[in-house]
Every structure is written in C-alpha cells, then in structure tokens.
C-alpha cells in the first residue's frame, strides 16, 4: 500500500517537474470516489469481526461493508483505488488513446483550466536528492478516495489526457457490466467534487493542505 506517503510522492512530483520546466505551468485536478467504503463488501470473516452487542437489548449488529473507522478497511479499499489508479497512468502513456474518442460519460462536466493570468514569477526548484524520474505527461496518485493528477501545462494533447484519464479509469473499473441491470447506482465518481475540485490550477487543496505548483509552497488553507 503506498497511499501513506501520497503527500510526500506530490510534494517530490510537483518539485522536479517545476526543475525541468522552470517556465511551465504544472496543474493539479482532483477527483473524488462516491460513497467509497459502502461500495465494497466485506469478506465473511472480516464482517464477523465487525459484531457488535447492545447489552441492553440482546441485539447484534454486523457491518456487511466497509465502515468508516475499521481498522482494516483503508487497506482492503486501496486494493481498488490504487489499482484504479495505476490503470489511469497507463491510460496516460498510451500514446494511441483519444480522449475524444473514448472517454467517461461524465469528461465534458471537467471545468476548464483556470486562465494563466497569474502575475507571479514561477518559483526556482532545486534538484531532488532522490532518483524520481519524470516525463512530460500526467501523473495520478492516491489517498484512499481521493485521486489527485499532477502535470505540466507543455502541449494540449497530453494535458487533455491528464484531465480526464483517472475518469476514464474509474469509470472502466465500476460500470455495470450488464446492461440490464435491475439494480440502479450512483456513478462511482462524486458528481459535486468533480465540479468543485477537478478545474486544473496551480493552486488546490490536497488532504488538507494547499498546494501551489507556482510559488512551491505548502501550507494550511
């Protein structure tokens, strides 16, 4: 599982494509899952674990999905997150794919890039101490249910790939599979957070920092 350093891997990401791009803007989208935990179910012997007793009543209760507060539930759901996210940076090197041509129902709700009229001179990276190798095109990474894209703003190809590979990742991974499926759910990516959090900026609030690619710094927002 690798989600626990994801702010660290961004931090690292952000650094040393600002140092090969010192001239570039390098934009951050978010997407977020809906409902993550209660899409998964738990193994009988994980939902045995989970029995509970009202003392007072003589009633047990058993948790059939993941619930929030599990200790084991992070890791049995980044099983799915981060392998829906290593598809999406495949999705992101496939130099064939045509984000025109096959792509989630919901890629045209992305909002726009925000407009490069930001003033400020783009801040000087040192280089990393670390090997951490980069190319020139997207790069998603995960917190649990939240899937953040990193990428620097070079040619409109590949940008447009960056914006929308992760949907398509997500959407690939949880679409029902028969069409006549009597059962109705909710699209597997939050509708309101892809509105609110997937505009591609310099600046975004990521597990609770603010981030910004431009002056390179972290802070509380």
């Not at 309101?192 to 431009?214: N, V």
Request: charged share 25%; net charge neutral.
């Amino acid at each position: 599982l690798m989600y626990g350093t994801c702010l660290k891997r961004l931090i690292h990401d952000i650094t040393l494509l600002r140092f090969q791009y010192p001239d570039c803007r390098i934009l951050i989208t978010k997407i977020d899952y809906k409902s993550a935990y209660r899409r998964a179910t738990l193994n009988w012997k994980y939902a045995l674990m989970t029995i509970i007793q009202i003392i007072t009543t003589g009633i047990a209760c058993i948790g059939l999905r993941l619930t929030f507060g599990g200790a084991c539930n992070p890791s049995i759901w980044n099983n799915a997150s981060e392998s829906v996210t290593d598809l999406a940076n495949a999705i992101m090197q496939c130099d064939d794919w045509d984000p025109d041509e096959l792509h989630s129902p919901l890629q045209d709700t992305i909002p726009p890039a925000e407009e490069n009229t930001d003033p400020r001179p783009f801040a000087k990276a040192l280089p990393l101490c670390v090997n951490w190798k980069r190319d020139g095109k997207g790069k998603a990474d995960v917190y649990i249910d939240d899937t953040i894209t990193v990428y620097p703003e070079l040619n409109s190809k590949d940008c447009r790939k960056a914006e929308c590979a992760v949907l398509l990742a997500l959407f690939t991974a949880a679409r029902a599979v028969d069409k006549n499926d009597p059962i109705k759910r909710a699209d597997i990516t939050s509708i309101s957070k892809l509105l609110a959090e997937a505009r591609p900026e310099e600046h975004k609030i990521i597990l609770g920092w603010k981030l910004d690619s431009r002056s390179l710094t972290i802070s509380l927002p």
